[in-house]
């Protein structure tokens, strides 16, 4: 355009942005000045615009660039440091946000005078923008000087609020917000120079607390403060902390209150769980679920609490019976496990109901109950295994004169139970061969009250344990039904035959072998009587099947024997050994004790047994002499004329023989046969299989059934491999191959 | 008998060749020591037979004891047991022809003293790390006398475990033996856990046993052993 543009000097130039300069302080210091006009403004833009295009050595760019900063810096130094210095407390925080705030419109002013220089200036010469520039001054002169006071205040305004005192929110979210500006993109100026005094003081502020709350507030009122705390916080973040501060601060909250005392909270002594259980106090219960729930592993320290809890009382439930019991000084179990079984079910009912619903079957503490009945159904009671109790509970509920006053839904609900608690037991096969026996009895002693009940039973423990547990039960049953069936075609033999009627009537019933509880058959001698019964039912069965093999087992026979007293003729219900001792009076009026063996073939054992209980305990159809309460080798016997009773038809109870080391012994001998077969299955499916694999495996398939032990596994894997089935690889003896 | 005839026909072979009238060198070394060979198997036979019951055609444990005395060796000395394996004899206390000329040929011995003087040489050869292992499970298998024979007797055992480890794992040795003759769980061994005992006493420290673990697929009667131990120990 040909218009000559005057050359400004340098300090003349100058001189002019400083009369730009000097108004905006005056108006940020809230003098009387009036804004800058677009005039006013072009000229100081011009000014510097015109300063920089200038060629050579008139190009004052770099010192203007320079002046920029030191008319920032000096600012700072003579204005906005002293006034900040001279300030406490609150008011040094509020003089601080006004400050910053001044700060950054005078940088916003002063970039739009020196605009030209960020265009061209800069980007030449690799350097920051003016922007940058004017936080940097801040943060270098300002922020380096005061940051820690103002973290301190902050801080204490903080704790103020948490003991209840109002305080000035906005100013504080301003302050925060210094911190976070000061980071110019990154938070590490907010985290190192703030956040991490605010976690450390929330730490020792809430562990101060804690530690005063726990031994002064019950329970449910600690739950209370801890929640209130938490949402207190939670609000403090969102109202003047940056959003990033919640997890972190909540983190540091939880752990103080509601886990290091964890233990000591729910363990209170007059409020903690154990009351809160008694007193069904389920709100409370929701409440510790929901807290816990928000820990990472908070539910683990609750359950683990729970288990505790569960355990003791169900081992205090187990301890009363075992007292109880060692007080009878009796060897059966009488009757306790009537008591201590419905009382374990009870307790499982009670926590499964808190399980589902104030713990939302959340899944620790399903694992905490059912490590904790684990516990509690497996110890043993006054010397009986448990496995025996519950079966001997089972038994009750199911044969006669055991529970006739409970109606079929109860009794349904019973048995549901039983094998509920079963899946605790760790030795099920012992309950199986427990149950097994009982269940004999039932059926050959006509003692089964509902056959339906009986059947669902075997159902229910069929769907847990698997069909190979209940097959000979069900054979059992299955057998006693067909008996009664061949008791019919037996009838009419006798009708067809009546020269081998042995001239009463007389019931056989055939037992499988394979099913049915091995028992011991003594080779008593038999009145002639009942061994004409004998000969004629092999006659009739014979007649049937020429390729079974009959054995007799007279003890689970029965005999209904008349007795003609003097007062009255009284029937007597007996079993057939004590029938054959009492026909021996028949004959002799009076027979020694050695007499009474060598006639019956009975050993010392048996013959003491029977005798006693037809001498010595509640019906005297025997005297005996001397008279005393037990059997000595040396008594002699005599059929006593003068016993009566008031019932004409009653039964002379024999004792059982204790059989539960039979039990015992015969659960492991069918373990080590079911190792053996376990472990040849799994040989012969993984073909190769080293020894911690093939231990493990064993121990999986086993578990549905009990825990075999690592040392008798081992010896049948001996075995085997004495037997062939399998060998140890030479060059890897941690292996074993399997030989078809 | 073969060799022989076999060199005798590359001799008639050779005069088809372009040099007809000299024989390769190693023709005349084949001949010479297929002579030698054969001279040493009829002295070996000859040994034998010298040995051997007339009727049974076999060394029987007369004979055995009579060539034991003539080296002068104890016959229940560990160094025939060697010789058995050396000849892989199957039958304890009898050697076949076979496996004598087998054995006595390994060793280059065709008289007596040839080999007693060998004995020596036979026991390092056996002890060495890549036999032994072999020899340890050959003497257990060497002492099933019977058919269908796979375990042998605990007094059997301690007698054999003395002969064949004592000198080398004496210690281990005495502290089983002493443990097998006073348990009960175990009338017999059987090979395995005879060949567990070897690793036992070449892999576990003694006697602290510190890295012992009964989890680990060790014999039954190895842990019961380590238990025992213990026990005593404490």
Redesign the interface.
Known sequence: MGQEIKLIEFDQGWADMQKGISKLKRLLAGEAETPFSTREYMTLYTTIYNMCIQKGPYDHSEQLYNKYKETLEEYITSTVLPSLREKHDKFMLKELVQRWLNHKLMVKWLVRFFHYLDRYFINRRSLPTLNVVGLTCFLDLVYEEMHSKVKDVVLVLIDQEREGEQIDRTLLKNAVAIFVDMGMGEMNRYQNDFEVYLLQGTTSYYSRKAAKWIGEDTCPNYLLKAEECLKKEADRVYNYLHLTTETKLIEKVQHELLVVYVTQLLEKEDSGIKVLFRDDKVDVHCRIYLLYNKISQGLELVANVFKQHVTAEGTALVQQADAAASNQASNAPGGHEQVLIPKIIELHDKYMTYLNSCFQGHNQFQKALKEAFEVICNKTVNGNPSAEILASFADHVLRKGGSEKLGDDDIEERLEKIVKLLDYLIDKDVFAEFYRKKLARRLLFDRITNDDHERSILSKLKQQCGAPFTSKMEGMVTDVVLAKENQASFQEYLRNNPDVHPGFDFTATVLTTGFWPSYKSLNIILPTELVKCVEVFKGFYEKKTKHRKLTWIHSLGTCHINGKFEPKQIELIVSIYQASVLVLFNESGRLSYSEIVSQLNLTHEDTTRLLHSLSCAKYKILNKEPSSKSISQSDTFEFNPKFTDKLRRIKVPLPPVDDRKKVVEDVSKDRRYAIDAAVVRIMKSRKVISHQQLISETVEQLSRTFKPDIKAIKKRIEDLITRDYMERDPDQPTMFRYLA | MMRRSACASKKTGQTNSTNPISCSPSDLFRSASSKASSKEMERIDNLFYFYANKSSGMIDPEGIETLCSDMEVDHTDVRILMLAWKMKAEKQGYFTLEEWRRGLKALRADTVSKLKKALPELEKEVRRPSNFEDFYSYSFCYCLTEEKQ??IDIESICQLLDLVLGSQFRSQVDYFIEYLKIQSDYKVI?L??W??FF?FCNEISFPDHSNYN????W??IL?NFVEWMQVKQS
């Open positions: 796979k375990s059987n395995d856990q060949m567990g690793r009964p989890d680990l697929a014999p039954l842990d």
